[in-house]
């Protein structure tokens, strides 16, 4: 099975018309994309948009062998015009199945916003699922096969790709390929890096993918360390890396502080922007959940909290305290994120790029915090750090 992206973008393409935002400007030459369509072995169409016979043209494909033609979503605006020669495009109920003289098998899934998601077979077997923007599937149940391709609003709903790994219909060797991109999506090539954390990917228009070859999914990195100073944005980056995931343990490290009502407010904004599928574990004790050989990702946040608690422990803050027991339990923490199995993001203050610390307690935090993070950071796949608010590859 073929499937040629005649368009990537929203619906109403990228650039929009007359919007002058960054996004948009930056948008020019293979960032330019049309609004989504995907047409399946020259036989069925899904979604019909303005200059679909141009652009399948120019991916060198003609639409005259069209013996179905489907809307995925509402269309506002004007009517799109309907080429001719090609079938009437329609809509079909939810749970709905067609044959096509060709073979393939079409089926409507139902969508958890307004639109109609369509899972495609074809005759040999492949499977393809399209999803329209903004929408997830709803009613999904465990044990499903996984798809061989599947083409969902990525960024703008990642929820939607938790749902489908969570039933099992997104496996390892899916291809994961996200369409509908418009101004939500970042600039290349921080959007090919942020897609690849979620096991997804983004395509040029008029790419031609064959459906089952999986030598272009990428793989999630297994260690990645999130560095950033005050309100850089590092928790939320290290949480949108895992929001395609389902069941993710989230590790707070800061615990409770009782009375401290400018503290709960923080804890309560950061749980209010999980997921709620999410699970939160308040601990330091971070060794024996790295060590598990499955369970779904971590995410510890922070390893500065994590430290401190360390420096609690041991007593280390005043002066001429021996700094034993802080080295070998952050040596047993460096080790445990070595040889981890699991998806693990952590996310850790970067320090040292200002004044030095006018305190001897401040001066060792500093040091302790820097060695630790560049022992993990050697360890890791993946390392980004964060300036306001726009993550810089390390590694």
Known sequence: MELTLLGTGAPEGLPAPDCPC????????????????????????LDLTPGVALAAARAGHTLGGLRLV????????????????????????????????TGHEVEAVAMDAPGTGYAVESPDGLRVLYLPPGGAPA?????????????????????????????????????????????????EPELGRR??????????????????????VPDVPRRTLVLGGARSGKSAEAE???????????VATGGAREGDAEWARRVAAHRERRPSSWRTEETCDLVPLLGEDSGPPLLIDCLGLWLTDALDRAGAWESGASLDPVRARTSALVDAWRRTRRTVVAVSNEVGS????????????????GRLNASLAAASESVLLLVAGLPLPLR
């Open 195 to 216: 897609l690849a954390a979620l096991g997804a990917r983004a395509v040029p228009d008029g790419t031609t993918l064959a459906v089952g070859d999986y030598q272009q």
């Open 22 to 45: 960054a996004a948009c400007a930056l948008a020019v030459g293979a960032g330019a994309r049309g609004a989504t369509a995907a047409l399946v072995d020259g036989v069925a169409l």
């Open 240 to 250: 949108r890396r895992l929001v395609g995931f389902p069941g993710v343990v989230y």
């Open 139 to 187: 009613g999904l149940t465990a044990g499903r096969p996984p798809y061989d391709l599947v083409l969902l609003d990525a960024v703008g709903r990642p929820d939607a790709l938790a749902r489908l790994r969570d039933a099992g219909a997104v496996g390892p060797t899916t291809d994961v390929v996200a369409v509908h991109l418009g101004h939500d999506a970042p600039p």
């Open 354 to 369: 200002g004044v030095v610390p006018s305190t001897g307690s401040g001066r060792l935090f500093r040091d302790e915090l």
């Open 70 to 101: 489907l809307l995925s979503h509402p269309h506002d605006g004007p009517a799109v015009e309907i080429p001719a020669g090609l079938p009437a495009p329609a809509r079909v109920p939810d749970g709905q199945r067609l044959t096509l003289i």
